[in-house]
């Protein structure tokens, strides 16, 4: 049973870094072509692809955040790591991570956390 | 990279069938066979109908189609019903390797 779970803080302060870890289970980087990113959604609006990482380590970033974005994997742990720099207001949103494939899709998802920026 | 471009909403009565395009360009929709559809009720995460452009994950319901042509995809929902009501979002690969979803389109079954 494939299942993850998104953790972290659900308030920072603006200009603060942001850190949430992705706890999965049910598949592991080390023995499946698998892939773990990370979507958010701002209340009311669409989702907003960020970032992904493949099991061979490959690391892909949405090109307008790509500066604030960097994105770890722990094999060992099966966790994985999504941290944004210099959080703004604007970045208030549901994030969730997903498990990916080599063809885009995300075929698992985690509940979602809620993160609001305010001072 | 702007987002793939949906209808903001469609509505059909139960029963009917309703179609939903996702149109992006060659650099993403247009350039591979890696189309996916996503199902969002509120207050939840999405989940996944489509892969592939046209693939069921297992457990998907058979209701749910998907086809392509050129840059627009198109998500196929027949025998409408009430609990198909939600948002439903694209997404696509680029060609740099990232992904773009659409803006996504709210469903009313009437």
């Known amino acids: 049973q494939v299942t993850l779970k998104e953790s972290g803080p659900t308030l920072v302060k603006p200009t603060q870094t942001l850190t949430l870890t992705c706890t999965f289970s049910?598949?592991?980087?080390?023995?499946?072509?698998?892939?773990v990113g990370w979507v958010r959604q701002p209340p009311g609006k669409a989702l907003q692809w960020l970032t992904i990482?493949?099991?061979?380590?490959?690391?892909r970033y949405s090109p307008s955040l790509r500066s604030r974005l960097t994105i770890t994997k722990d094999t060992s742990g099966n966790q994985v790591v999504l941290t944004m720099t210099n959080m703004d207001p604007v970045d208030t949103a549901t994030y969730y991570c997903?498990?990916?494939?080599?063809?885009?899709?995300?075929?698992?998802w985690g509940q979602g956390i809620m993160l609001i920026v305010s001072s | 990279q702007s987002a793939l471009t949906q209808p903001a909403s469609v509505s059909g009565s139960p029963g009917q069938s309703i179609t939903i395009s996702c149109t992006g360009t060659s650099d993403d929709v247009g350039a591979y066979n890696y189309v996916s559809w996503y199902q969002q009720h509120p207050g939840k995460a999405p989940k996944l109908l489509i892969y592939?452009?046209?693939s069921r994950p297992s457990g998907a319901s058979n209701r749910f189609s998907g086809s392509k042509s050129g840059n627009t995809a198109s998500l196929t929902i027949s025998g409408l019903q009430s609990e198909d009501e939600g948002d439903y979002y694209c997404?696509?690969?680029?060609?740099?390797?990232?992904?773009?979803f659409g803006g996504g389109t709210k469903l009313t079954v009437l």
């Open positions: 997404s696509s690969k680029t060609t740099n390797g990232d992904v773009l």
């Open positions: 592939d452009v046209s």
């Open positions: 997903a498990r990916g494939t080599l063809e885009g899709g995300f075929d698992f």
């Open positions: 990482v493949h099991w061979n380590d490959d690391k």
């Open positions: 049910g598949f592991s980087f080390s023995t499946d072509e698998v892939a």
